[in-house]
């Protein structure tokens, strides 16, 4: 990758390794990545590959056992929970498999729940708007229970575009969805990345799904096996070169 | 949307659980509450019924002081009599401001076999000297009406005064004859004793009401104790503690007499209730400890059950201190609830309370028992807050603690 394209993340020879026991388990291991701007990376791998574990560490949940890690050109290693956090805040959106909707709070309230910690004020306009992105603008009186498995995905999408973040890390977030509504959600990331320019890193058991990236990894084993890049990215790089 | 609002959805999540809880905080507030309330309100009961006594200092009879705090304002068939020259004796002391005597004696109501009231086969009658008695206590006055125009104290030896509630159960009124057997002393039979009803005094609110109030001297004689009285009230100039050592210990010199301050009696009566308020305290507690458990366990319990939503917030941006701040005021929020609901259910069933009380320790105060004031109120409030401030602090700290990594792997599983 060319040293002027713009790295959001970038990863050397990143570690996460566990104790079980008396067993080191090395669901991370010695792994180099870099995300830029306005790419859609989709992380493919068997069970017990590391995809969730290295989605966790780009994302500053979990801290790296070794190696190197810059979020946003800053090193994250040894920080605490709370300075993980702030790096975090407004520069990192999630979308998890389950979809973690309150279930008390309508679509709208969902969607806005990040920005009771930003302390921001809530505009319903905005609010709106990025439902309009995820195209349930008249779903936002609705209650979770309200809505089928797509689109209560889709409001998750919705709530972590709200902080207007840099990257969007998405773990498994079909596995609960059937094929057209997987294939809905890939659709609106490859929107996000062409049309905004968000960075987005999915990890999906389906491969057909996850071939719709700009650039495939393959773990195996907590290492990377396999790096695919697709005509769009290496006409990104070009760019940005 | 804000984070009050968000506390109270996530409370309102499972309403059967939060309802519950609060109730058990509000039970324990209704508790407290009644409590405080009831050591006011007997605290003002008590000053107000020895206020109306009229004398700041009896002498009676030597005997158990618990019995003689409570004659005075319930009544009682167990009487002790001083002899009636103690009065000779303790009017010229230049301390005393002014003197009342007063002789009781216990009769039995004319016919209340007949009405099989048991409970009020007995009627006191009380032998004042009206002048000195209405010096002691201006308050007392006549009923006016028809039937009862023209009140007046007695000037004959025939003739009585009614309280209001003697002569409401009597059934009588001005004018009226009143009809009682008196067992004179040192007589085994009882002779039928007949009055002229020349008055009926207004509501006090007092054992007055319950009383029949017939000349002194005559009292002395249908009970044949020329020679006793029952109570000596006074007033004195200097009513201080130094003045008052001084007046007791210049009359316990008397053999036969005891000196008992008003202020005295207030303790004694305070002292009668205080095991049951030690009681009452316990139960207090244990109801308060109960409700903080409760609340405790339900909110760690809510915790537990979003581990995987406080990853989630945490993922989207929520610091320690949100995530505390938010189950925190959830504590809070139940806690706050369960003090109106408590507080409510106090007031709405003081009256209950009363009558459970009145029922449990009846010593003869009038009044209302249970003086439930803005302040007993606000500290109930103030304490549930505390309740609530210590109670959310380890399932607020517990859910602050988790890892986001750990609560989101945690709620997927």
Same mark, same amino acid.
């Given at each position: 990758?060319?040293?002027?394209?713009? #790295?959001?993340?970038?990863?050397?020879?990143?570690?996460?390794?566990?104790?079980?026991?008396?067993?080191? +388990?090395?669901?991370?291991? *010695?792994?180099?990545?870099?995300?830029?701007?306005?790419?859609?990376?989709?992380?493919?791998?068997?069970?017990?590959? *590391?995809?969730?574990?290295?989605?966790?560490?780009?994302?500053?949940?979990?801290?790296?056992?070794?190696?190197?890690?810059?979020?946003?050109?800053?090193?994250?290693?040894?920080?605490?929970?709370?300075?993980?956090?702030?790096?975090?805040? *407004?520069?990192?959106?999630?979308?998890?498999?389950?979809?973690?909707?309150?279930?008390?709070?309508?679509?709208?309230?969902? +969607?806005?729940?990040?920005?009771?910690?930003?302390? #921001?004020?809530?505009?319903?306009?905005?609010?709106?708007?990025?439902?309009?992105?995820?195209?349930?603008?008249? #779903?936002?009186?609705?209650?979770?229970?309200?809505?089928?498995?797509?689109?209560?995905? #889709?409001?998750?999408?919705?709530?972590?575009?709200?902080?207007?973040?840099?990257?969007?890390?998405?773990?498994?977030?079909?596995?609960?969805?059937?094929?057209?509504?997987?294939?809905?959600?890939?659709?609106?990331?490859?929107?996000?990345?062409?049309?905004? *320019?968000?960075?987005?890193?999915?990890?999906?058991?389906?491969?057909?799904?996850?071939?719709?990236?700009?650039?495939?990894?393959?773990?195996?084993?907590?290492?990377?096996?396999?790096?695919?890049?697709?005509?769009?990215?290496?006409?990104?790089?070009?760019?940005?070169? | 949307?804000?984070?009050?609002?968000?506390?109270?959805?996530?409370?309102?999540?499972?309403?059967?659980?939060?309802?519950?809880?609060?109730?058990?905080?509000?039970?324990?507030?209704?508790?407290?509450?009644?409590?405080?309330?009831?050591?006011?309100?007997?605290?003002?009961?008590?000053?107000?019924?020895?206020?109306?006594?009229?004398?700041?200092?009896?002498?009676?009879?030597?005997?158990?002081?618990?019995?003689?705090?409570?004659?005075?304002?319930?009544?009682?068939?167990?009487?002790?009599?001083?002899?009636?020259?103690?009065?000779?004796?303790?009017?010229?002391?230049?301390?005393?401001?002014?003197?009342?005597?007063?002789?009781?004696?216990?009769?039995?109501?004319?016919?209340?076999?007949?009405?099989?009231?048991?409970?009020?086969?007995?009627?006191?009658?009380?032998?004042?000297?009206?002048?000195?008695?209405?010096?002691?206590?201006?308050?007392?006055?006549?009923?006016?009406?028809?039937?009862?125009?023209?009140?007046?104290?007695?000037?004959?030896?025939?003739?009585?005064?009614?309280?209001?509630?003697?002569?409401?159960?009597?059934?009588?009124?001005?004018?009226?004859?009143?009809?009682?057997?008196?067992?004179?002393?040192?007589?085994?039979?009882?002779?039928?004793?007949?009055?002229?009803?020349?008055?009926?005094?207004?509501?006090?609110?007092?054992?007055?009401?319950?009383?029949?109030?017939?000349?002194?001297?005559?009292?002395?004689?249908?009970?044949?104790?020329?020679?006793?009285?029952?109570?000596?009230?006074?007033?004195?100039?200097?009513?201080?503690?130094?003045?008052?050592?001084?007046?007791?210990?210049?009359?316990?010199?008397?053999?036969?007499?005891?000196?008992?301050?008003?202020?005295?009696?207030?303790?004694?009566?305070?002292?009668?209730?205080?095991?049951?308020?030690?009681?009452?305290?316990?139960?207090?507690?244990?109801?308060?400890?109960?409700?903080?458990?409760?609340?405790?366990?339900?909110?760690?319990?809510?915790?537990?059950?979003?581990?995987?939503?406080?990853?989630?917030?945490?993922?989207?941006?929520?610091?320690?201190?949100?995530?505390?701040?938010?189950?925190?005021?959830?504590?809070?929020?139940?806690?706050?609830?369960?003090?109106?609901?408590?507080?409510?259910?106090?007031?709405?069933?003081?009256?209950?309370?009363?009558?459970?009380?009145?029922?449990?320790?009846?010593?003869?105060?009038?009044?209302?028992?249970?003086?439930?004031?803005?302040?007993?109120?606000?500290?109930?409030?103030?304490?549930?807050?505390?309740?609530?401030?210590?109670?959310?602090?380890?399932?607020?700290?517990?859910?602050?603690?988790?890892?986001?990594?750990?609560?989101?792997?945690?709620?997927?599983?």
């Amino acid at each position: 990758m060319d040293n002027r394209t713009p #790295r959001l993340i970038e990863a050397r020879d990143l570690k996460r390794y566990y104790q079980r026991g008396s067993e080191t +388990v090395k669901a991370v291991d *010695g792994i180099d990545l870099e995300i830029i701007a306005g790419e859609m990376v989709s992380v493919l791998g068997p069970s017990g590959s *590391g995809k969730t574990t290295l989605l966790h560490l780009l994302s500053c949940l979990d801290s790296p056992t070794g190696g190197t890690l810059m979020i946003n050109q800053r090193s994250v290693s040894g920080l605490k929970e709370d300075e993980l956090t702030s790096v975090r805040r *407004g520069f990192l959106g999630f979308v998890f498999q389950r979809f973690y909707l309150l279930p008390t709070l309508s679509v709208a309230e969902n +969607v806005e729940l990040p920005l009771i910690f930003y302390r #921001r004020a809530v505009s319903r306009r905005e609010t709106l708007d990025v439902l309009r992105r995820v195209n349930l603008e008249d #779903r936002a009186a609705h209650m979770p229970n309200q809505l089928s498995g797509g689109e209560m995905q #889709r409001v998750a999408i919705a709530r972590a575009l709200i902080t207007s973040p840099k990257i969007l890390i998405a773990d498994e977030p079909t596995g609960n969805l059937d094929t057209e509504n997987g294939i809905a959600v890939f659709d609106l990331f490859r929107a996000l990345v062409e049309e905004q *320019g968000i960075s987005v890193v999915v990890t999906s058991h389906n491969v057909r799904l996850g071939y719709r990236a700009d650039r495939i990894i393959t773990l195996a084993d907590g290492k990377i096996t396999r790096e695919q890049k697709g005509p769009r990215l290496m006409q990104l790089l070009r760019i940005t070169a | 949307m804000r984070f009050l609002s968000l506390a109270l959805k996530n409370l309102l999540r499972r309403p059967v659980r939060t309802i519950l809880t609060t109730a058990g905080v509000a039970l324990a507030v209704a508790v407290a509450v009644s409590l405080a309330g009831f050591n006011l309100g007997y605290r003002r009961a008590i000053e107000r019924s020895i206020d109306r006594l009229g004398f700041q200092v009896m002498i009676m009879a030597k005997g158990c002081p618990y019995e003689a705090a409570t004659m005075m304002l319930k009544g009682g068939t167990g009487l002790l009599y001083l002899p009636s020259d103690t009065y000779d004796q303790v009017r010229s002391d230049p301390e005393i401001a002014s003197i009342t005597s007063i002789f009781i004696g216990i009769a039995e109501r004319e016919a209340s076999s007949i009405r099989g009231d048991s409970s009020n086969a007995f009627a006191v009658l009380t032998g004042v000297e009206p002048k000195s008695l209405t010096e002691m206590k201006p308050w007392l006055e006549f009923q006016t009406g028809a039937g009862f125009d023209g009140g007046r104290w007695f000037s004959r030896p025939d003739e009585v005064v009614m309280g209001y509630e003697a002569a409401t159960y009597e059934q009588r009124k001005v004018g009226d004859t009143y009809m009682v057997n008196v067992s004179p002393y040192g007589s085994s039979g009882s002779v039928l004793k007949e009055f002229k009803i020349v008055g009926v005094l207004k509501r006090t609110g007092t054992q007055d009401d319950g009383t029949v109030f017939l000349p002194i001297k005559t009292a002395q004689s249908i009970f044949n104790r020329p020679d006793h009285l029952t109570i000596l009230g006074m007033k004195l100039r200097h009513f201080s503690g130094a003045s008052l050592q001084e007046f007791e210990s210049r009359w316990a010199k008397l053999p036969e007499v005891q000196v008992v301050s008003l202020q005295q009696v207030k303790s004694t009566l305070v002292m009668l209730v205080g095991t049951a308020q030690v009681m009452i305290v316990a139960v207090t507690v244990i109801a308060i400890l109960v409700a903080v458990i409760g609340v405790i366990n339900t909110i760690l319990m809510s915790v537990y059950e979003r581990t995987g939503e406080i990853g989630v917030m945490k993922a989207l941006g929520a610091f320690r201190g949100d995530v505390f701040q938010l189950i925190w005021l959830e504590t809070l929020m139940v806690c706050v609830a369960g003090a109106v609901a408590g507080s409510a259910l106090a007031l709405g069933g003081s009256r209950l309370t009363e009558g459970a009380i009145k029922a449990l320790i009846n010593i003869g105060i009038q009044g209302s028992l249970v003086t439930i004031t803005w302040p007993v109120l606000l500290g109930a409030f103030g304490g549930a807050a505390v309740v609530g401030f210590f109670a959310g602090l380890y399932p607020a700290w517990r859910a602050a603690s988790m890892l986001p990594v750990d609560a989101i792997r945690e709620g997927i599983g």
